[in-house]
């Protein structure tokens, strides 16, 4: 679809499967040589790390203008954002919990026009052990068997993403 798409992650051993899933590159965020050589350099960055971490070094990594997006984390940002780099280069945050109906069918109409096939698992989980729950407070992590997001349904039924593919690529 025409952009350059990296990932930007923590564990190890994941370009493999990164660039399987087409990412152009991989950058370590533990790595801060990785890191410096990213610095200024994205219009957008998505962040889909569901629990408190430090996203001034992600916030680095933007252009002036450049917009980080915080997709399903909602809480506290610790440590704090420090919001210099944000004024002196009209850097932003901003966030979304999760998209409503209407969103969804938009982005499930447009991955059906552009070819644009995911693999799910389905995964029954008790519901005192559900990730978050308003009566709990705090989003808690539950050990998943799948290694590249999850989305939970009311139900606590939650839906994995695994794997992504353009048919027209293969």
């Given at each position: 679809m025409g952009a350059e798409v990296p990932l930007i992650t923590r564990s190890a051993g994941e370009e493999e499967d990164a660039r399987a899933l087409g990412a152009h590159n991989v950058v370590a965020s533990t790595d801060i040589e990785q890191m410096a050589v990213v610095n200024?350099?994205?219009g957008l960055v998505i962040d889909t790390v569901p629990y408190k971490h430090d996203i001034n070094h992600y916030v680095a990594t933007l252009q002036p203008a450049?917009?980080?997006v915080m997709i399903g984390h909602f809480g506290a940002i610790?440590?704090?954002l420090n919001s210099t780099p944000l004024m002196?280069?009209?850097r932003?945050?901003?966030g979304s919990f999760i998209g409503g109906i209407r969103e969804t069918q938009e982005m499930l109409d447009f991955c059906g026009e552009e070819g644009i096939v995911f693999d799910i698992e389905m995964i029954d989980i008790p519901a005192d052990q559900c990730r978050f729950r308003p009566?709990?407070?705090e989003p808690r992590q539950i050990p998943l068997r799948n290694r590249y997001g999850f989305v939970e349904e009311r139900s606590c039924r939650v839906v994995g993403r695994r794997r992504f593919s353009d048919p027209k690529s293969e």
């Open positions: 200024g350099c994205f450049g917009t980080l610790e440590p704090a002196i280069k009209r932003a945050v901003a009566d709990a407070g």
